[in-house]
C-alpha cells in the first residue's frame, strides 16, 4: 500500500523544481504513515525488519530518481538526501511508546492478558514463537513486571524511552517528525 502511494505521487518526485527536503518531507507525511500504519503491535522477525529497510530504500531511490542499473550504495543514496536509516526505528520507538499508553489504560485488560501470557491455546510444535514482549523487554533490557510497574508513570517511562533509543542510536525527537 505504501509502495501503491508512492507510485501515485510520482510527479512530485520527477518535478525538478521541488526541493528534495520539500520531497523528503512529503514523503514523511504521505507515504510513511501508510507504511507504518499499526506497527505499534507488529511481531518484528529479522526477514521483516529487513523488508522495511528495503522498502525504506527503494522510496529514497524514487525520490531521488536513481534506477537500480546504475549501481549506486545505498550509503551514497542516503548522503545524497542528507538522512540516516529512520524508519525501523520509528517503528521501534513507537512501539515502546505505546506500551506505555496501553498499560496505563485503565479501561481494558487486553495488555494484561497479553503481557502475562493467559491466552487459551496448545502450544504447537517447534521453536517458541517471537513475542512481542520478548521484543520489548530486549528493548528495555527490563523484566515484564519491570515493564509494567515502570509504565504506570508516564515521567518514568519517557526517560525509559529515551534511554533505549539513545542506546539504539535513535532521536525520538527525530523519529516522532
Known amino acids: 500500500m505504501a509502495k501503491q502511494g508512492m507510485v501515485s505521487l510520482n510527479n512530485i518526485w520527477k518535478d525538478k523544481s521541488i526541493p ?10 504521505l507515504v510513511w504513515p ?3 500504519y499499526g506497527c505499534q503491535t507488529w511481531t518484528m522477525r529479522k526477514a521483516d525488519e529487513l523488508k522495511i529497510e528495503a522498502a525504506e530504500m527503494w522510496f529514497f531511490r524514487r525520490l531521488l530518481r536513481v534506477s537500480w ?34 498499560e496505563r489504560n485503565t479501561k481494558t485488560d487486553l495488555m494484561k492478558t497479553i503481557f502475562e501470557g493467559k491466552t487459551e491455546a496448545k502450544r504447537g510444535r517447534g521453536r517458541p514463537s517471537l513475542s512481542y514482549v520478548d521484543q520489548v ?22 526517560g525509559i524511552v529515551k534511554s533505549s533509543c539513545a542506546a539504539a542510536n535513535i532521536n525520538p525527537d527525530d523519529a516522532a517528525r
Open 69 to 102: 542499473k546504475d549501481r549506486r550504495t545505498n550509503g551514497n543514496v542516503l548522503a545524497k538526501m542528507g538522512t540516516g536509516r529512520t524508519l525501523l526505528s520509528l517503528v521501534k520507538e513507537r512501539r515502546l511508546k505505546y506500551i506505555g499508553h496501553a
Open 137 to 158: 523487554s530486549k528493548a528495555t533490557g527490563l523484566k515484564l513486571q519491570s515493564i509494567s510497574q515502570k509504565s504506570q508513570d508516564r515521567v518514568i517511562w519517557r
Open 20 to 29: 528534495k527536503p520539500l520531497k523528503f518531507n512529503l514523503l514523511k507525511t
Open 34 to 36: 501508510r507504511m507504518l
